[in-house]
């Protein structure tokens, strides 16, 4: 799974990440009509966020916890169900606000490239929200910058950084990126459908309400997908609702590194057409 999934979704995205130096949302100008992917992503890394801020506060109380003698044995202070959320544990809360502080003191520095801390809420983030979302942005990646962005001028741009490499290079990725990853993905995805069973944590069954809030919390990650779709077919130029999605699904005009020194020949910026007017007319100026 490593080798077939794994590394090409990582060189893919890494890829594409480095050669475009824009963000989730901004680096879909390649492919417009999936801009929504970039928003999902945004919506899943901060709900994600939140749960392992939870894990670091669990790990800073167990560090400070390690130089008491004896060790305590307890800390998470469970309550019988999601349902009873139980009171403060402070000495939680305060590691958690710590975490908290740790990541707004690396945010304000730059890094360039609810006290109620529950077991349960994180479990249920974590079943929600960290597999099937992951799933289908991977496989919108794949079919995106392989199927309509195009598999050849994606290697082509990789190779703007990294130099021209010969055919036999290129096709052990190029099978992954357009055939067996994107299969293996949706087998995976069809599969943990089909034998959803709702989450437990050990004995302990989730409420009917919680199960609904994980659902809510798929859909409000995924539903931005379609509707941005929608948006830049509506916004798109065309007669026809074939020619909307054609448009869409064009990079943008801008499309590109976006450092300037990076664009190289095949993303030089060009002067529009009014611009390139007003040239020719002051090269006639200038000559009569």
Same mark, same amino acid.
């Given at each position: 799974?490593?080798?077939?999934? +794994? /590394?090409?979704?990582?060189? &893919?995205?890494?890829? $594409?990440?480095?050669?475009?130096? =824009?963000?989730? %949302? *901004?680096?879909?100008?390649?492919?417009?009509?999936?801009?929504?992917?970039?928003?999902?992503?945004?919506?899943?890394?901060?709900?994600?966020?939140?749960?392992?801020?939870?894990?670091?506060?669990?790990?800073?109380?167990?560090?400070?916890?390690?130089?008491?003698?004896?060790?305590?044995?307890?800390?998470?202070?469970?309550?019988?169900?999601?349902?009873?959320?139980?009171?403060?544990?402070?000495?939680?809360?305060?590691?958690?606000?710590?975490?908290?502080?740790?990541?707004?003191?690396?945010?304000?520095?730059?890094?360039?490239?609810?006290?109620?801390? +529950? /077991?349960?809420?994180?479990? &249920?983030?974590?079943? $929600?929200?960290?597999?099937?979302? =992951?799933?289908? %942005? *991977?496989?919108?990646?794949?079919?995106?910058?392989?199927?309509?962005?195009?598999?050849?001028?994606?290697?082509?741009?990789?190779?703007?950084?990294?130099?021209?490499?010969?055919?036999?290079?290129?096709?052990?990725?190029?099978?992954?990126?357009?055939?067996?990853?994107?299969?293996?993905?949706?087998?995976?995805?069809?599969?943990?459908?089909?034998?959803?069973?709702?989450?437990?944590?050990?004995?302990?069954?989730?409420?009917?309400?919680?199960?609904?809030?994980?659902?809510?919390?798929?859909?409000?990650?995924?539903?931005?997908?379609?509707?941005?779709?929608?948006?830049?077919?509506?916004?798109?130029?065309?007669?026809?609702?074939?020619?909307?999605?054609?448009?869409?699904?064009?990079?943008?005009?801008?499309?590109?590194?976006?450092?300037?020194?990076?664009?190289?020949?095949?993303?030089?910026?060009?002067?529009?057409?009014?611009?390139?007017?007003?040239?020719?007319?002051?090269?006639?100026?200038?000559?009569?």
């Amino acid at each position: 799974m490593l080798s077939l999934v +794994g /590394i090409p979704m990582f060189f &893919l995205e890494s890829s $594409f990440g480095q050669f475009a130096s =824009l963000g989730p %949302v *901004a680096v879909w100008k390649s492919v417009p009509m999936l801009q929504g992917v970039g928003v999902t992503m945004v919506l899943l890394i901060t709900i994600a966020n939140i749960s392992y801020a939870c894990i670091i506060g669990y790990s800073l109380y167990y560090l400070f916890a390690s130089f008491q003698s004896p060790l305590p044995k307890a800390v998470l202070h469970r309550t019988s169900s999601l349902d009873e959320t139980g009171e403060i544990v402070w000495h939680l809360a305060l590691c958690l606000l710590l975490a908290w502080l740790m990541v707004g003191a690396a945010f304000l520095k730059g890094i360039k490239s609810s006290g109620k801390a +529950g /077991i349960y809420w994180l479990h &249920l983030m974590d079943y $929600f929200c960290t597999g099937w979302i =992951l799933i289908t %942005v *991977a496989l919108l990646e794949l079919i995106g910058l392989s199927w309509i962005y195009g598999i050849n001028r994606f290697i082509k741009d990789i190779e703007m950084m990294i130099g021209e490499r010969n055919w036999l290079f290129w096709l052990w990725w190029r099978t992954c990126w357009i055939l067996i990853s994107p299969c293996i993905l949706t087998a995976i995805l069809v599969w943990s459908l089909t034998t959803f069973a709702p989450p437990t944590y050990g004995p302990v069954e989730y409420p009917v309400w919680s199960i609904a809030l994980g659902w809510c919390m798929i859909i409000f990650c995924i539903m931005w997908v379609p509707i941005m779709a929608v948006v830049r077919v509506v916004q798109a130029e065309g007669a026809t609702l074939w020619q909307k999605i054609s448009a869409a699904c064009t990079s943008a005009p801008e499309w590109g590194p976006h450092l300037e020194q990076h664009r190289g020949e095949r993303y030089r910026k060009k002067p529009d057409s009014t611009e390139a007017l007003n040239q020719v007319q002051r090269l006639v100026t200038a000559e009569i």
